[in-house]
C-alpha cells in the first residue's frame, strides 16, 4: 500500500490529476455528458495518498494529533462522492495534493556534511612500543599509548604532548585560522593537523570520548532534535473538524437539504490554508535566491522571522579569516619600515608559516628585493633562524628571541602589548642579537560589519559575538563591529552550550558561522546560517541557510525578507479562513453546491498563491554599502610562530 500511495503522491501523478481534473471542469462548463467523469481519476491519484495519510495518523498518532487537515477533507471527498458530485471531490483531493508537495519541496534536508565530518575521523596511529615504531587502527588505540605524530599527519586522539615542540592546526575544533604553538605538557585534540614539528604524545581520550568523536555526536544529536514540519493547516484540524462536521449536521437538520450539508464540508475544507505557508515560503525562497542566499526549508524561513538574537562566530564570518601585515615597526635608525620588511621577508621566504606566508606576501605586493638567505632553520613553535646576506636573523615570539640571549627592551615590551590589544598577531626580529623590530599581522574586518549590526539593532535584533579565539582579540573585534556581547575562548560543546543558554532564556537564536567547528551551534540553534562561499561544506550542510557570496550585509535584509513572509503567512490564512466563513454562510443559504463551492475553493486558493508571488519581486531595502575596511585579529594568543 504504500508503494501504491508512494507512486500516487509524486509530483508527475499529482500533474496528471490535475489535468484530468481540467477536463473535467471543461466538460460541465460545456454541459457535455460523457460515461465516466474524467474527475475520477484526480479522486484516485490525489485521493488515495490523502485516505492514507488520515488513515495512518488515525491508528498511529496520539492524542488530538490523530486529527488532521487530511482527516477532514478525506470526510468531505468522501461525502462529495457519496452525493455524485465527483468534480467536488476530485477538487478537494487535487489541492491538498499541491499543497503537500509544495510543503515536501521547501523541506528536503541533506545530510551529507554529517557523512563529511565522520570522514574526517583519523584511521590509524603511530605507537611506539618498545622504542619501535608501528601503526596500528585508531580503534586499538588505549589511554596511555604513547604516539608519534609527524608533520602533516592528524593527531589519531586526544592527548598530551610528552616530547617535542610543533603547532597545530586546530580549525577543525576552535575555528581558529593560524596553528597553535604547542610544548610539551600541552593538550592537543583529535582529528586536528601537526603542522610543522614531530611530537611524541600520550593518549588521554580514546575512541567516543575524543574531542572529534564529541563533536560528531553533538552534530547528530541536533540533527535528531529538528522537529519536523507541523502544517498549519494541521494546527488548525483539532477545531475544524468536529466543528466542520458539526456545522455541516445542523445545515443538513435545519434544512432537511443533504446536499447543502455536504457543501459545507466541502467549503470548509482548508485549502487556501493548506497553500497559505508553502506558495509564500517558496515565492520568499525563489526571492532569497536572487540575492545569493539559499535557504533550504520553509521552516528555517519561517523561524527566522521569529529570531530575537542573532549569534556571530568571528573569524571568517564577521572577518574575512586572512593574514594581512597591518604594522612594520623598527627599533633601529639603520633600518628603515621596508628595509626590515624586506629583511624579514628575506628570511621568512623559506617558511611554510602562515605569519611567514603573509609577510612574504606583503613584501612582493610592495615590490621589495628580497634578499639571498643561507642556514635556514626553524624551531616548530617557535620561530626561524636564517643568514640573510651575512646577518644572522632570528624571526619569532618573544619567548623565542630571550632563549637565544636577546634583550627584551621596556620598548618592545610596550609595543607588544599595544599590538595584542589591537588583537593583532606579532613577530619580532633580532639581527646580530639585537632586537630591531616587530611586524604586527591582523584579519580584517568585513566593511560592512558595523552597519549590519546597526540594522540588526534597529530591527530589535540582539547580537552576541561566539567565538574561540583569546578575549582581547574578541574584545577588540566585537568593539569594531558595535557588538556589545562577547563570549570568547570556546570551544565547539561551549559554543552549543551558550546557544542553548539563550534559548533557556527565551531567545530565539540565529548562530551565523562558516567553520566545521561551528556545525553543532549551527545545528542546535533556531536557524542557522553558514558562510557558503568561504565556509566549509559540513558548517553549509549542517546549516539551513547559506550566504553563497559571504556578503554578510545579506543578513539583514534576510530578517526583514523572513518578517514579510511571515506577516504574508498569517494574513493568508486569516484570509482563507474569512473566505470559507463566508462560503459557510452561502452553502447554509442554498446559494452554493458542491461544484460551485469547489469553484469559490479554487479562487481562494488562487488568491493565496497571487499575495504569495509578491513576494518574489518586493523589494527589502538593502542600505547603504558600508564602511571602509577596518583591521583587527583574530589568532588565540598568537603573537609569533
Not at 152 to 164: A, M, Q, R
Not at 229 to 245: E, F, G, H, S
Not at 265 to 289: D, R, S
Request: glycine share 8%; charged share 20%; hydrophobic share 45%.
Amino acid at each position: 500500500m504504500k508503494r501504491l500511495n508512494d507512486f500516487f503522491a509524486g509530483l508527475p501523478m499529482t500533474i496528471a490529476g490535475g489535468v484530468f481534473l481540467v477536463a473535467s471542469l471543461i466538460l460541465m462548463l460545456m454541459k457535455i455528458e460523457v460515461p465516466v467523469d474524467p474527475a475520477w481519476v484526480s479522486v484516485i491519484i490525489c485521493g488515495i495518498p490523502l485516505l492514507y495519510l488520515a488513515i495512518w495518523r488515525v491508528i498511529c498518532n496520539k492524542g488530538i494529533n490523530k486529527i488532521s487537515s487530511a482527516l477532514l477533507i478525506s470526510i468531505a471527498m468522501i461525502a462529495a462522492i457519496a452525493i455524485g458530485d465527483i468534480f467536488a471531490a476530485g477538487e478537494v483531493a487535487f489541492i491538498m495534493a499541491i499543497g503537500a508537495i509544495l510543503e515536501d519541496k521547501t523541506s528536503e534536508r541533506s545530510k551529507k556534511g554529517l557523512k563529511e565530518l565522520i570522514s574526517l575521523a583519523p584511521q590509524q596511529g603511530r605507537r611506539i612500543n618498545n622504542g619501535k615504531e608501528e601503526m596500528i587502527n585508531a580503534e586499538a588505540i588505549k589511554v596511555g599509548y604513547i604516539l608519534r605524530v609527524l608533520p602533516g599527519e592528524i593527531i589519531p586522539v586526544d592527548g598530551k604532548i610528552i616530547s617535542g615542540n610543533t603547532s597545530v592546526d586546530q580549525a577543525i575544533m576552535t575555528g581558529e585560522s593560524l596553528p597553535v604553538d604547542k610544548e610539551v605538557g600541552d593538550s592537543v585534540f583529535c582529528g586536528t593537523i601537526n603542522r610543522f614539528g614531530a611530537i611524541d604524545m600520550e593518549a588521554t581520550n580514546v575512541g567516543e570520548d575524543s574531542s572529534l568523536q564529541k563533536l560528531i555526536r553533538m552534530v547528530q544529536d541536533a540533527e535528531n532534535k529538528q522537529a519536523p514540519i507541523q502544517r498549519i493547516a494541521d494546527k488548525w484540524a483539532t477545531r475544524l473538524v468536529p466543528v466542520a462536521l458539526l456545522i455541516a449536521i445542523v445545515t443538513y437538520f435545519v434544512t432537511q437539504d443533504i446536499v447543502r450539508g455536504v457543501t459545507v464540508l466541502v467549503v470548509f475544507c482548508p485549502c487556501a490554508l493548506v497553500l497559505a505557508t508553502p506558495t509564500a515560503i517558496m515565492a520568499a525562497i525563489g526571492q532569497a535566491t536572487k540575492h545569493g542566499v539559499i535557504i533550504k526549508s520553509g521552516e528555517a524561513l519561517e523561524k527566522m522571522g521569529k529570531v530575537d538574537t542573532i549569534a556571530f562566530d568571528k573569524t571568517g564570518t564577521l572577518t574575512f579569516g586572512k593574514l594581512e601585515v597591518s604594522d612594520t615597526i623598527s627599533f633601529t635608525q639603520e633600518l628603515d619600515e621596508n628595509e626590515l620588511l624586506a629583511l624579514i621577508a628575506s628570511a621568512e621566504s623559506r617558511s611554510e608559516h602562515p605569519l611567514g606566508k603573509a609577510i612574504v606576501l606583503h613584501a612582493k605586493v610592495k615590490n621589495l628585493v628580497l634578499k639571498e638567505t643561507s642556514g635556514f632553520r626553524m624551531e616548530a613553535g617557535k620561530g626561524i633562524y636564517a643568514n640573510v646576506s651575512g646577518c644572522k636573523l632570528l624571526c619569532g615570539s618573544e619567548k623565542y628571541l630571550i632563549e637565544n640571549g636577546i634583550d627584551i627592551t621596556k620598548q618592545v615590551c610596550d609595543t607588544l602589548d599595544t599590538l595584542r590589544n589591537q588583537g593583532k598577531a606579532s613577530l619580532l626580529a633580532a639581527a646580530d642579537g639585537i632586537c630591531v623590530g616587530v611586524v604586527g599581522l591582523s584579519d580584517v574586518l568585513r566593511p560592512t560589519a558595523n552597519e549590519m549590526v546597526a540594522e540588526l539593532g534597529e530591527m530589535g535584533t540582539q547580537t552576541v559575538l561566539l567565538t574561540g579565539d583569546n578575549r582581547r582579540t574578541a574584545d577588540y573585534f566585537a568593539k569594531q563591529a558595535g557588538i556589545t556581547s562577547v563570549r570568547a575562548e570556546l570551544l565547539p560543546e561551549e559554543k552549543l552550550e551558550n546557544i542553548v543558554q539563550l534559548q533557556q532564556e527565551g531567545k530565539s537564536v540565529c548562530m551565523i558561522g562558516d567553520g566545521v567547528n561551528d556545525a553543532p551551534a549551527l545545528k542546535t540553534a533556531s536557524v542557522g546560517v553558514a558562510m557558503g562561499a568561504m565556509g566549509s561544506d559540513i558548517a553549509v550542510d549542517a546549516a539551513d541557510i547559506a550566504l553563497m557570496s559571504d556578503d554578510i550585509s545579506k543578513i539583514p535584509y534576510l530578517k526583514r525578507l523572513s518578517n514579510a513572509t511571515v506577516r504574508t503567512i498569517k494574513f493568508s490564512i486569516a484570509l482563507s479562513l474569512f473566505i470559507n466563513f463566508v462560503a459557510i454562510l452561502m452553502s447554509f443559504m442554498g446559494w452554493l453546491t458542491p461544484t460551485t463551492g469547489a469553484l469559490v475553493h479554487n479562487a481562494g486558493s488562487i488568491l493565496v498563491v497571487l499575495i504569495a508571488a509578491l513576494l518574489y519581486d518586493r523589494k527589502f531595502g538593502d542600505k547603504g554599502t558600508g564602511s571602509a575596511p577596518r583591521r583587527g585579529a583574530s589568532y588565540s594568543g598568537w603573537e609569533s610562530h
